[in-house]
T-cell receptor, first 113, second 114 residues
Framework: GNSVTQMEGPVTLSEEAFLTINCTYT??????LFWYVQYPGEGLQLLLK?????DKGSNKGFEATYRKETTSFHLEKGSVQVSDSAVYFC????????????FGTGTRLTVIP | DAGVTQSPTHLIKTRGQHVTLRCSPI?????VSWYQQVLGQGPQFIFQ???????GRGNFPDRFSARQFPNYSSELNVNALLLGDSALYLC?????????????FGPGTRLTVL
């Protein structure tokens, strides 16, 4: 079946620190991979995505590379800001007709000045 | 352009009652999916509708039902509410239903069952 395992949180970093949030997946076939972000009191926003092996998704300084050999899609940012404080969800889109999203449990990031 | 909209924003019900949640997709999007997000967890898929037909159903009891209207808006209905149904209910829309197509989420409806 399909599943996503995310690094457990919460994560607390100082401003300008390097961020890595680990994500590994189990899926049949070749899923698309996504990172969504949820700011306090808001819904989910797409942060970035990758649709095939070795693709790199990037947005707002965040990056993640689709690694088929390690079934991973780790999120990285070189220098975090206070405004990056949020919950980050890794997700995959399965290959069935419905192509639904399977989410990890989320990682809460707090960036302190 | 308006994003995905959901109503109501918050809702408080008691056990055994029925609830209807509403969603309007982004203009031009024909697919709507519903997700349940329990506090501290990732969203879980409930239903997907495309062109007014059910295209997928998650592992939820028959108390949960949904439909899509000719204008592509959607309703999620939950009967005989349980305490465990308390959650944020998210609606997502997309133009097509391929695996690579991005789903755009609304702000959610926070349901509290007392």
């Amino acid at each position: 079946g399909n599943s996503v395992t995310q690094m457990e949180g919460p994560v607390t970093l100082s401003e300008e620190a390097f961020l890595t949030i680990n994500c590994t997946y189990t899926a049949t076939g070749y899923p698309s991979l996504f990172w969504y972000v949820q700011y306090p009191g808001e819904g989910l926003q797409l942060l970035l995505k990758a649709t095939k092996a070795d693709d790199k998704g990037s947005n707002k300084g965040f990056e993640a590379t689709y690694r088929k050999e390690t079934t991973s899609f780790h999120l990285e940012k070189g220098s975090v800001q206070v405004s990056d404080s949020a919950v980050y969800f890794c997700a995959l889109s399965d290959q069935t007709g419905a192509n639904n999203l399977f989410f990890g449990t989320g990682t809460r990031l707090t960036v302190i000045p | 352009d308006a994003g995905v909209t959901q109503s109501p924003t918050h809702l408080i019900k008691t056990r055994g009652q029925h609830v209807t949640l509403r969603c309007s997709p982004i203009s031009g999007h024909k697919s709507v999916s519903w997700y349940q997000q329990v506090l501290g967890q990732g969203p879980q898929f409930i239903f997907q509708y495309y062109e007014k037909e059910e295209r997928g159903r998650g592992n939820f009891p028959d108390r949960f039902s949904a439909r899509q209207f000719p204008n592509y808006s959607s309703e999620l209905n939950v009967n005989a509410l349980l305490l465990g149904d308390s959650a944020l209910y998210l609606c997502a829309s997309r133009g097509r239903v391929g695996a690579t197509d991005t789903q755009y989420f609304g702000p959610g409806t926070r349901l509290t069952v007392l």
